[in-house]
């Protein structure tokens, strides 16, 4: 009987251990080994990631501060411009909030089947392509009807990858760092107003001509888009991880059943936290 309960009483222990085993292991970080083991470019790891996205959103500020600053300037000059009056101008800049929430609608949805990373290049080429359209079409520039829905939908393409970087950078970034690359923002903003001083010196030596300001535009803009290439081995797509079952790589990664939709960084930290609820 001692024995039959010494046994039953090491079997139950035993039992017991293996649970807290098993309990440990699910939650021993795996993000770190995650992190290492896909490479791009040859040295390039998911724990470059977060450094990636940010070079490539510093090229695009500086290269959006040269020009969005003008882009009133540009619709209402009758010269250089469209030679549209001020109300016309602000018009189309109602239009816009509009067609960027259309746009990152549309680049989620398509982010799920293709992959973020794809949707962001593709985001990028079309409104680099739009932007260098404006410049091809110069003789066209006193037209509406051409400049206008060129310029939408550059503008739209362009800013409906922020979504997508966003849910990226909170999937390869830990917790304790988020806080951290946040504010790095505040250089962007920096960057992007010292690069609209240099948007206004090329103008002004151009007699007010766009063309310069808008070439160099599209091309840094260009190059903050080809950073997005190394990314392409490192962020799986979202279909081919839920295929695996596999969790964001992150040490802050999401923890398993948290939304996948949720893209802003407030909510998202509330729903892992659990005090918010997801709704379908």
């Not at 795996?30 to 470059?48: H, Y």
């Not at 018009?91 to 990373?117: D, E, H, K, M, W």
């Not at 923002?185 to 090329?202: K, N, P, T």
């Amino acid at each position: 009987g001692a024995g039959a309960g010494a046994g039953a009483g090491a079997g139950a222990g035993g039992g017991q251990g293996e649970i807290e085993t098993n309990n440990t292991e699910l939650e021993t970080p795996v993000e770190d080994s995650e992190k290492q083991e896909v490479r791009s470019c040859g040295c390039l790891t998911r724990a470059s990631i977060p450094y990636i996205l940010f070079v490539s959103d510093l090229l695009v500020a500086l290269a959006s501060g040269m020009t969005i600053k003008f882009f009133p300037l540009f619709f209402k000059s009758k010269e250089h411009g469209v030679g549209l009056s001020p109300a016309q101008v602000q018009g189309i800049y109602v239009s816009v909030p509009i067609l960027i929430a259309i746009f990152s609608t549309f680049a989620q949805f398509l982010s799920r089947r293709f992959g973020r990373v794809q949707i962001m290049i593709a985001a990028r080429a079309v409104g680099v392509s739009f932007l260098l359209l404006m410049i091809v079409l110069k003789e066209q520039r006193h037209s509406w009807m051409v400049m206008i829905p060129i310029y939408l939908i550059r503008t739209a393409a362009n800013n409906s990858t922020y979504p997508l970087e966003e849910s990226i950078q909170m999937d390869w970034v830990s917790k304790e760092t988020r806080a951290r690359w946040k504010s790095l923002s505040s250089l962007m903003q920096f960057g992007w107003c010292g690069s609209a001083v240099f948007g206004g010196i090329l103008t002004d030596a151009s007699s007010g001509d766009y063309t310069i300001t808008f070439l160099i535009t599209a091309m840094m803009q260009l190059a903050g888009g080809l950073c997005y290439f190394p990314l392409l081995p490192l962020v799986p797509c979202e279909s081919e991880m839920e295929g695996r079952g596999e969790k964001s790589g992150g040490q802050g990664g999401r923890k398993a059943g948290a939304s996948e939709d949720v893209q802003d960084p407030l909510l998202q930290a509330l729903v892992e936290a659990g005090e918010v609820e997801e709704v379908a």
